[in-house]
């Protein structure tokens, strides 16, 4: 499985963005599709989750509940992440991640990461 995010950028305080995680090669062996960020110096935190294949629950973080909503398309192959109210502390590198299961085989697979800086 190939992930690649798109729709990182720069964004003031308060604004929006919406990032796109697409995914290729073996989709039907994603189980879970998830955002996670990476702040300089911090430790990479868990944003959002969805379950793919089934019932499309999801999770968050408390820190982005509210504000963050994570969805996927109808042909399952892309994740979003529509990201409003933004804060300066919602700077960081966005990466996509996705768990999968091929007959009982475990692997993940993870995007490059897209940055997204909220800042005047």
């Known amino acids: 499985v190939q992930l690649v995010e798109s729709g990182g950028g720069l964004v003031q305080p308060g604004g929006s963005l919406r990032l796109s995680c697409a995914a290729s090669g073996s989709i039907f062996d994603i189980n879970v599709m998830r955002w996670y960020r990476q702040a300089p110096g911090k430790q990479r935190e868990l944003v959002a989750g969805?379950?793919?294949?089934?019932?499309?629950?999801?999770h968050y973080a408390d820190s982005v509940k509210g504000r963050f909503t994570i969805s996927r398309d109808n042909t399952k192959t892309t994740v979003y992440l529509q990201m409003n109210s933004l804060k300066p502390e919602d700077t960081a590198v966005y990466s996509c991640?996705?768990?999968?299961?091929?007959?009982?085989?475990?692997?993940?697979?993870w995007g490059q990461g897209t940055q997204v800086t909220v800042s005047l």
């Open positions: 969805i379950a793919v294949n089934d019932d499309g629950s999801t």
């Open positions: 991640y996705a768990w999968c299961d091929k007959e009982g085989r475990v692997y993940e697979s």
